[in-house]
């Protein structure tokens, strides 16, 4: 049986955009730093990342 599809971590620059909830969220201070963590995260938990706008990114286990 497949497991669900389920957002594992938020990655942003922004943190007054990002709400309490369910995954970790990881705030950057620039969109170079957003883009390595994201990369770094993605391959450290076997999840696809997903970009939500220019200033957050998403991890998405599927």
Do not use: C
Not at 25 to 31: C, E, K
């Amino acid at each position: 049986m497949e497991q669900p599809t389920k957002i594992i971590a938020i990655i942003s620059t922004q943190d007054e955009t990002i709400k309490a909830g369910g995954a970790p969220v990881f705030v950057t201070r620039d969109r170079e730093t957003l883009q390595k963590v994201s990369t770094t995260l993605s391959r450290t938990l076997d999840a696809s990342v997903h970009e939500v706008d220019v200033n957050t990114m998403i991890l998405v286990a599927h």
